[in-house]
Structures are given as C-alpha cells and as structure tokens.
C-alpha cells in the first residue's frame, strides 16, 4: 500500500484515536489490493481544524430598539420611525443593516438618530438612513470611548449625517452621503 494506491473496498475498519483538537484521526482498515488478498494498513486522516461558529444575530425589528447586551444585531425589516430608531448602551455592537431602510420623522427640529451610540466599540453595516437630526451618532456619555467602523450606508436627508464625539479611532469605507444639512 502506497500514498498513490487506491483503495476501493475496505473490508473492515476499527480503532480511531484522535489528538485533544481533534484534528488527526488514525484509522486501521483492511482492504482488498487483489481478490482473495487482504492486506493490513494504518494510516492517518488528518482533517481540518474545526471552525467556531459565531453566536446568532440577534433581529431588530422595531423603532427605538434599546441595545444593552454586546454582540451582533441585524435588521430584519424597514423601520420607519417617529423617534431614535436604535440606541446603543453598551460596548462592542455589531450592526448590519442588510441594505434596509431606517427612516426618521422628517422633522429636523427634534433631536432624533438613525442610530445613536453611548460609547464603546461598534460597527455599521448596510443601512439606508433618511430623515433624522442624525443619521449616526457616537457619543460616550455611558461606555468608555472605543472605535468605529461605519460601512457601506447610505446616509442622506438628515440634518447631520453623522455627529462623532470622543471616539478613539473611525474607519468610514463605502458610504454615500447625499442631501444632508449639515
């Protein structure tokens, strides 16, 4: 039996070992080289790392969603809000948006946000945000500064598109701003 041989009948299999990761796995089998010949081979698979998987989004799905536990939030549906549609009070939030749309009540004299952050690290991904005081927001008045990455949005129509205050380090990449005040 070589590396290059090609086993197709394996008569008989038994006896596996396998490393504290699981990534070796030493198989003892018996197969058919010729007919009415059986040899005996070990040989080892070696198989690949596993991957951890990554906790569950956690859906938003209405107007002034209050964000007070960390992890990753996807938008599930449209919003159209008459106040702050998602505020943040804790660190390291992910939100993805899946291109939905966050829209505000238009009014620009009230103080409203597409998305508001108290702080911390976070990012923001695909969200369409229209018609708000701000579209995003960062102000650590609760959490500790941290940093933020705001990722392909669409943030138009608010009075200030987006307002920073504090924060330790910003990554902007792919947004569009179009038509807002200030």
Request: proline share 5%.
């Amino acid at each position: 039996f070589s590396v290059n041989d090609e086993v197709t009948d394996i008569i008989a299999a038994g006896g596996s070992d396998s490393l504290s990761d699981g990534s070796l796995i030493r198989v003892k089998a018996i197969y058919l080289r010729q007919p009415l010949s059986s040899d005996y081979v070990e040989f080892d698979i070696i198989a690949p790392p596993q991957i951890p998987t990554l906790p569950p989004s956690i859906p938003i799905t209405e107007c002034f969603t209050k964000i007070e536990k960390s992890g990753n939030y996807i938008l599930e549906k449209d919003l159209i809000c008459k106040d702050t549609a998602i505020a943040v009070y804790v660190d390291n939030v992910n939100i993805d948006c899946q291109d939905h749309l966050i829209q505000g009540p238009i009014s620009l004299n009230e103080s409203t946000a597409g998305i508001l952050f108290s702080g911390g690290s976070a990012s923001v991904v695909g969200c369409n945000i229209v018609g708000f005081t701000y579209g995003i927001t960062y102000n650590p008045t609760l959490v500790k500064p941290g940093n933020l990455a705001i990722v392909d949005n669409y943030i138009a129509k608010n009075n200030y598109g987006i307002e920073l205050k504090g924060v330790s380090s910003i990554k902007l990449h792919s947004n569009t701003f179009s038509g807002n005040r200030n």
